[in-house]
C-alpha cells in the first residue's frame, strides 16, 4: 500500500487566515482525494485532485474556499482560505491506483482556528 | 447524504468478547468497505468485500455482506483493548469511486 505524508500534522490558526496542507505520496497514484471531518463526525469528501486540471468539487464546497493543486501524480495541496472557527476539522487526504480498490489515507491534518 | 449507516453507534465490550457491526446502505454498490480510525488518526483500510461475495475473513475480522437486505456486518473475535476505535463502512460511488462514509461506531474495548 501506499505510504501517505501529510503535512502539517496540527496548526491553530487565526481566523481569516489561509493555511496550505500538503499531502506526499511515495508512489504515483491516479485517484486522490480531500475529506474533512468535523468534530465527533465522519468524513466527508471535499473534492477529488485531478492530476493537470481542476479538481472535482463535491455539493457544499467551493474552489475560493479549498484552493487545490496537483501538479504531479504523488503530490496535492488543499488551502483552508479565510477561515472561520467552523473550519476547525480534521482535514484527510486519501490516494486509490485504480477504481474500485482500497484508499489509503494520511494521518491527518488538526486544524484549530481561534 | 449518508450511504451508509452503522449500528450500533457506540459498542462496549470486554476484552476477549466479539463485537458484531451492522451497515446499512441505500443503493447499489460495486463494493463495501470497513475502515478503522484510532483517536482522531487517519483512517486505516480492514477489509473490502465486492458485490458477488457473501463473506471475507482477515484474521480476527469477518465480513459479510447481503446485497438483498443493502446491508453488512463486522466481526471482531476475540477483542483487544488495542482494537479500541471508530469503524467506519464506506462505499464507492460515482465514476472516480469517490467513498461515501457511514456515521461511524465508536467501540470500546475494556481490559
Known amino acids: 500500500s501506499a505510504v501517505i505524508s501529510q503535512k502539517p500534522s496540527r496548526d491553530i490558526c487565526q481566523r481569516g487566515t489561509s493555511l496550505t496542507i500538503q499531502c506526499q505520496v511515495d508512489s504515483q497514484v491516479t485517484m486522490m482525494f480531500w475529506y474533512r471531518q468535523q468534530p465527533g463526525q465522519s468524513l466527508t469528501l471535499i473534492a477529488t485532485?485531478?492530476?493537470?486540471?481542476?479538481?472535482?468539487?463535491e455539493s457544499g464546497f467551493v474552489i475560493d474556499k479549498f484552493p487545490i493543486s496537483r501538479p504531479n501524480l504523488t503530490f496535492s495541496t488543499l488551502t483552508v482560505s479565510n477561515m472561520s472557527p467552523e473550519d476547525s476539522s480534521i482535514y484527510l487526504c486519501?490516494?486509490?491506483?485504480?477504481?474500485?480498490?482500497?484508499?489509503?489515507f494520511g494521518d491527518g491534518t488538526r486544524l484549530s482556528i481561534l | 447524504s449518508q450511504q451508509g449507516e452503522e449500528d450500533p453507534q457506540a459498542l462496549s465490550i470486554q476484552e476477549g468478547e466479539n463485537a458484531t457491526m451492522n451497515c446499512s446502505y441505500k443503493?447499489?454498490?460495486?463494493?463495501l468497505q470497513w475502515y478503522r480510525q484510532n483517536s482522531g488518526r487517519g483512517l486505516v483500510h480492514l477489509i473490502l468485500?465486492?458485490?458477488?461475495?457473501r463473506e471475507k475473513h482477515s484474521g480476527r475480522l469477518r465480513v459479510t455482506l447481503d446485497t438483498s437486505k443493502k446491508s453488512s456486518s463486522l466481526l471482531i473475535t476475540a477483542s483487544r483493548a488495542a482494537d479500541t476505535a471508530s469503524y467506519f463502512c464506506a462505499t464507492p460511488t460515482g465514476a472516480n469511486s469517490k467513498l461515501t462514509f457511514g456515521k461511524g461506531i465508536t467501540l470500546s474495548v475494556r481490559p
Open positions: 486519501s490516494v486509490a491506483r485504480e477504481q474500485d480498490q482500497p484508499q489509503h
Open positions: 468485500i465486492r458485490s458477488n461475495e
Open positions: 485532485a485531478n492530476q493537470g486540471s481542476e479538481a472535482t468539487y
Open positions: 443503493t447499489s454498490i460495486n463494493n
